[in-house]
């Protein structure tokens, strides 16, 4: 019988390396002829993983993690037509039926018919289908003609999985940030957070065509890795304001569009940077952000959070100076990234050599056995974008 191991979220900073089940082509006690059964080529640490395992969510022990998924498959239904054995595909971390209303608009992170408590499914997370993740051996993925990007060519695509690896969430996620701020040729950008989805939000805007980025991060080691591909950086533990020193570095005390790629867990600036605030970065991208400029937030909140500060942030309701926004006249988008919307073409700039996302955000890679220190070390903010190898097939 063949063997898997997996992920597993076992409480308040603990993560475990688990036997489990191997994949079937079922949904519950239905057969999943429109699945595949993937060998996990490589599956990535995410930020939104690591707000779970900090015990700031409401997931219960024994999920398994992983929503960021790229493998090869190895078993498919007798439903799936486009795809077969053999492919190395890129696995969007949206579930997405693509036969309701929102899949059929282009809204797959908010697909109505996989998952009933709410719009929108993932991979091993909190409040999202009960979908087994993908930080493991094998996984089973649905709806696979509609789901999956094949990789043209699979020598091609091994040759560069350290960047193809970031399809699946954090490189459509930041595009999804930058490109909803309006970011575009000569625009000036402030992104917030320069963990990999900032510093992926970052890359994209110069993919876009920024004239000037602008990351702001409370790590030095992050800020560095921003500064390594050309951004310019601000430092949010000093007591200079924000737009104080965006003026130092463009002259002015605003920006065209600005990204929030921090999300719930936010902490102040200056002298209250070890303070969680949770509403800092909204409040703070509003007063930067010019008038008429608009504002990506692909930065998660949640609906429940164990950990809030108080009563109204365990809700997810915080203290947004929403009119101020309003006064600005900002164009505000919020939600999951809808990553087949973006994922093909930017399969393309990677495959051309139009972006490095790999080395942007310091793609490192480990085994299966070392993801409980990689979630440690990313705990404490290393400048890493940890991607996990299950079965030793990255080339170092």
């Known amino acids: 019988m063949s063997t898997n191991r997996g992920v597993a979220y076992l409480g308040n900073g603990n993560v475990e390396i688990q036997s489990i089940d191997f994949p079937k ?3 519950g006690d239905r057969k999943c002829h429109h699945g595949v059964i993937l060998k996990t080529v490589a599956t990535n640490i995410c930020g939104s993983d690591q707000h779970m395992v900090r015990g700031r969510t409401t997931a219960e022990s024994g999920l398994i993690l992983g929503h960021e998924i790229t493998g090869e498959i190895i078993e498919k239904g007798r439903d799936v037509e486009f795809l077969e054995v053999g492919d190395v ?11 309701c209303q929102n899949c059929k608009e282009g809204k797959t992170g908010i697909c109505l018919n996989v998952n009933p408590a709410r719009p929108g499914a993932a991979y091993g997370y909190v409040d999202m289908g009960g979908w087994i993740g993908g930080q493991a051996e094998y996984v089973m993925i649905p709806y696979a003609d509609f789901n999956l990007l094949k990789f043209p060519d699979k020598d091609q695509a091994m040759n560069k999985i350290k960047d193809l690896a970031l399809l699946s969430d954090i490189f459509p996620t ?7 701020a309006g970011v575009g ?14 510093l992926a939000s970052a890359a994209s805007a110069q993919l876009l065509g920024a004239a000037c980025v602008i990351v702001g991060d409370f790590f030095p ?13 601000v430092d949010l533990t000093k007591d200079a304001s924000l737009a104080d020193q965006i003026e130092s570095i463009i002259g002015i005390p605003e920006v065209d569009a600005a990204v929030d790629c921090v999300g719930f867990e936010a902490r102040g600036h200056g002298s209250d940077s070890s ?49 101020l926004g309003w006064a600005k006249s900002h164009n505000i988008t919020t939600g999951q990234c809808p990553v087949m919307r973006y994922h093909r073409n930017l399969m393309q700039a990677i495959l051309y050599d ?6 942007a955000t310091n793609v490192t890679v480990i085994s299966l056995d070392d993801a409980p220190k990689g979630y440690k070390d990313f705990d404490k903010g290393a400048a890493k974008k940890f991607v996990i190898d299950p079965h030793a097939l990255i080339a170092n």
Not at 185 to 198: F, K, L, M, R
Not at 302 to 312: A, H, L, Q, R, S
Not at 354 to 359: N, R
């Open 25 to 27: 082509l079922s949904m």
């Open 89 to 99: 595909v890129s696995v969007p971390f949206n579930i997405a039926c693509g036969r």
């Open 174 to 180: 930041g595009f999804h940030g930058a490109y909803t």
């Open 185 to 198: 040729p000569g625009s000036i950008v402030y992104i917030a957070g320069a963990g990999p989805v900032g």
């Open 221 to 233: 080691e992050r800020l560095a890795q921003a500064k390594s591909f050309g951004c310019e950086t």
């Open 275 to 323: 303070v969680e605030k949770p509403a800092t970065v909204l409040n703070s991208i509003m007063e930067v952000t010019r008038a008429g400029g608009s504002l990506g937030i692909p930065g998660l909140y949640v609906t429940g959070d164990p950990g809030g500060v108080d009563e109204n942030a365990k809700i997810g309701m915080l203290g947004i100076r929403i009119g």
């Open 354 to 359: 139009k972006i490095q996302i790999a080395k």
